[in-house]
Structure formats: structure tokens, C-alpha cells
């Protein structure tokens, strides 16, 4: 099971917004709505952002959005803010032995 | 309130094992998957597998069949990760993980464990 495609990188302003993709096959992404997103910063463990493609848990800023269209799962940041700026990963369940692969993660730069 | 607590790093030499253990406090123990989850240093999460705490079924990913172990205490709300054949390439930062529902994500993490493998 390979992981998924994510951009390695992504840069915004202040306000304004960015989105990170996560492309998967039909075996992962593009089969099931089991995608998920974490923010982990430096040092620190994951910490959930999105699930089930669009979902947000408690306590997570609504500026915060997921969305999936075929193997391609993205995660929007609006408004950005400097507290943003961290890693993202997405995750997926995937068919098989291997029931859960990440992406290799998006390091969001706040300009 | 809801936490994971991991047991302390751990440096081990290259074809020696390590156990890994995750306790858990504030919430019914067996209604929550458990995941575990590691990064190599300046590298990605990788998913390891998976132990359901109420009847202690597992599923692991296949890089690490043969070579890991998940194993549950439920007196002790506890679950541990066993990994031999340790190699250089096994130094990491492993995490537990709970999940609520079977592919829903995983909402509250361990603080970490740092296992070294070096001669």
C-alpha cells in the first residue's frame, strides 16, 4: 500500500486561504468516506482536524473544511492565521492488510 | 479528563525488541479502537496497526506483520505494541491513538515514545 500524494509544501498570506490535496486510488480515498486530517506541530503528536471527509470535531475552527471529488481528498485552511502553520497529513482507510495509509504530509507555511 | 499516557524512550540494540505500552483514563477502555502510529525523525506518520480493546482482535499493516505484536490489559485499561527484530531504520516516535468508530479518526493521541535503535 503506497501512501498518499500530498503537496509537499503550501504558502499563504494572512486571510487568506489555502488547500492541500491528498490523491489516492479507488482502493483508498476514492472507495470509502473514511478521510481524515491532522495538524501536527513541531514536536508535538497529531491532532485531529477533519474526519470522515467532511466532519470537524469539537473545538475545531470552522475555517477548517474537507472535501473529496474521486481519489482526491482536499482539505481547505480559510482565513489563515499564523497558528496554521504546522504539518498535514491525511489518512484513509484502505482495502486489505494494510487498513489505514497517510499521506506523506504538507508543511503549511504562514507568509 | 481523557488521555493516553505512553511509556517512557527507550534505546535498544539492532535485533533486540521493544514494548511500547499506552494507558488509558477517562473513558470506557474497550468502547475505542486503539491505533498505534510512528515517524521516523524529519519523516511522515506511518500507520502500524490496530487492536480492538473489547475482544482483543487485531489488524496489522503488512510491513510489520511477523514482526509486530499488539496485546491489551483491560484490568489495567492498557495497551501495549511489541516490535522485534529492531534495526536501524526502526528509530522513531511511536504513538497510540484512539478511534470511536471503525474508520472515523483518530481524536485523542499518546504524548509519544522515542525508541532509539543504535549499536
Known amino acids: 500500500q503506497s501512501a498518499l500524494t500530498q503537496p509537499r509544501s503550501v504558502s499563504g498570506s494572512p486571510g487568506q486561504s489555502v488547500t492541500i490535496s491528498c490523491t489516492g486510488t479507488?482502493?483508498?480515498?476514492?472507495?470509502?468516506?473514511?478521510v481524515s486530517w491532522y495538524q501536527q506541530h513541531p514536536g508535538k503528536a497529531p491532532k485531529l482536524m477533519i474526519y470522515?471527509?467532511?466532519k470537524r470535531p469539537s473545538g475545531v475552527p470552522d475555517r477548517f473544511s474537507g472535501s473529496k471529488s474521486g481519489n482526491t481528498a482536499s482539505l481547505t485552511i480559510s482565513g489563515l492565521q499564523a497558528e496554521d502553520e504546522a504539518d498535514y497529513y491525511c489518512?484513509?482507510?484502505?482495502?486489505?492488510?494494510?487498513?489505514?495509509?497517510f499521506g506523506a504530509g504538507t508543511k503549511v507555511t504562514v507568509l | 479528563q481523557v488521555q493516553l499516557v505512553q511509556s517512557g524512550a527507550e534505546v535498544k540494540k539492532p535485533g533486540a525488541s521493544v514494548k511500547v505500552s499506552c494507558k488509558a483514563s477517562?473513558?470506557?477502555?474497550?468502547?475505542?479502537?486503539m491505533h498505534w502510529v510512528r515517524q521516523a525523525p524529519g519523516q511522515g506518520l506511518e500507520w502500524m496497526g490496530m487492536i480492538n480493546p473489547s475482544g482483543g482482535s487485531t489488524s496489522y499493516a503488512q510491513k510489520f506483520q511477523g514482526r509486530v505484536t499488539m496485546t491489551r490489559d483491560t484490568t489495567t485499561s492498557t495497551v501495549y505494541m511489541d516490535l522485534s527484530s529492531l534495526r536501524s531504520e526502526d528509530t522513531a516516535v511511536y504513538y497510540c491513538a484512539r478511534e470511536a468508530n471503525y474508520g472515523t479518526g483518530m481524536d485523542v493521541w499518546g504524548q509519544g515514545t522515542t525508541v532509539t535503535v543504535s549499536s
Open positions: 479507488s482502493s483508498d480515498v476514492g472507495g470509502y468516506n473514511y
Open positions: 477517562g473513558y470506557t477502555f474497550t468502547s475505542y479502537y
Open positions: 489518512c484513509s482507510y484502505a482495502a486489505g492488510y494494510t487498513l489505514r495509509v
Open positions: 470522515d471527509v467532511s
